[in-house]
T-cell receptor, first 120, second 108 residues
Framework: QVQLQVSGPGLVNPSETLSLTCSFSGTSISKYYWNWIRQPPGKGLEWLAYIYYTGSTDYNPSLKSRVTISVDTSKNQFSLKLRSVTAADTAVYYCGASWYDGEMSAFTFWSRGTMVSVSS | EIVLTQSPGTLSLSPGERATLSCRASQSVRSRYLAWYQQKPGQAPRLLVFRASNRATGIPDRFSGSGSGTDFTLSISRLEPEDFAVYYC?????????FGQGTTLEIK
C-alpha cells in the first residue's frame, strides 16, 4: 500500500512562494507518476502538475508560469513550489500517485490534504 | 482543455435506492480514460472507477461505471448510508487532467 504525506507551512504571505513536500513509502518510485492536486475551500479539484522519477514533468497551463515540481529520489520525496501566490491559491493541497505504464492513469493513492492559506 | 460537466449538481435519494450520476465531456475522452472518485467531508478523494468501467481495488460491486466518447455514467445499485458523499469524474486522457465540478449525493 502506497502512503503519502504532505508537509509544509499552513500560511503563506501574498506574493511569496508556497513550498510543499510529499513523502511517500510502500512502493518503488519508478512505478508511479507523482502528482499535486488542490481544492479551494468548498470547491472542486484541480490537477496542478506531475513528475516522473526520470525528471519528466507536466504542468497545468493555468499555473505553468508560477509552478515548479521536483523529485528527490534519494529521499522518496517530491516537491511543489508555487510562486507569487495570491488569495486564490488558498486551498487544500494533496499529493497523489498514478500508476506509470507510459501514459497517465487515475490517481490511485492520495495523501491527506493540507490546508494552505495565503494571507498577510 | 477538456471540460467535464457533471449532473445533477445534487441528488437526493434514500438508502436502498439506485443512483445514476452523469459526466459529460466537451470533447471525446481518449481511450475511455475517465475515472470516478468519492469524497467525504474532511477526507481525500477515493478512486472508485478507472478507465470508465473498471472498479478500483476494494470497491464494492454496487458501484459500476459505463460510457465512452463524451458521455459517462456512475451507477450505485443500492445505496448504503456510507455512499452519501460528493462524487467527481476526471479525465486523464489529455493534459491538463481535469475534474468535473462534482455531484453531491445526499440523503433524502
Amino acid at each position: 500500500q502506497v502512503q503519502l504525506q504532505v508537509s509544509g507551512p499552513g500560511l503563506v504571505n501574498p506574493s511569496e512562494t508556497l513550498s510543499l513536500t510529499c513523502s511517500f513509502s510502500g512502493t518503488s518510485i519508478s512505478k508511479y507518476y507523482w502528482n499535486w492536486i488542490r481544492q479551494p475551500p468548498g470547491k472542486g479539484l484541480e490537477w496542478l502538475a506531475y513528475i516522473y522519477y526520470t525528471g519528466s514533468t507536466d504542468y497545468n497551463p493555468s499555473l505553468k508560469s508560477r509552478v515548479t515540481i521536483s523529485v528527490d529520489t534519494s529521499k522518496n520525496q517530491f516537491s511543489l513550489k508555487l510562486r507569487s501566490v495570491t488569495a486564490a491559491d488558498t486551498a487544500v493541497y494533496y499529493c497523489g500517485a498514478s500508476w506509470y505504464d507510459g501514459e497517465m492513469s487515475a490517481f490511485t493513492f492520495w495523501s491527506r490534504g493540507t490546508m494552505v492559506s495565503v494571507s498577510s | 482543455e477538456i471540460v467535464l460537466t457533471q449532473s445533477p449538481g445534487t441528488l437526493s435519494l434514500s438508502p436502498g435506492e439506485r443512483a445514476t450520476l452523469s459526466c459529460r465531456a466537451s470533447q471525446s475522452v481518449r481511450s475511455r480514460y475517465l475515472a470516478w472518485y468519492q469524497q467525504k467531508p474532511g477526507q481525500a478523494p477515493r478512486l472508485l472507477v478507472f478507465r470508465a468501467s473498471n472498479r478500483a481495488t476494494g470497491i464494492p460491486d454496487r458501484f459500476s461505471g459505463s460510457g465512452s466518447g463524451t458521455d459517462f455514467t456512475l451507477s450505485i445499485s443500492r445505496l448504503e448510508p456510507e455512499d452519501f458523499a460528493v462524487y467527481y469524474c476526471q479525465q486523464y486522457g489529455s493534459s491538463p487532467y481535469t475534474f468535473g465540478q462534482g455531484t453531491t449525493l445526499e440523503i433524502k
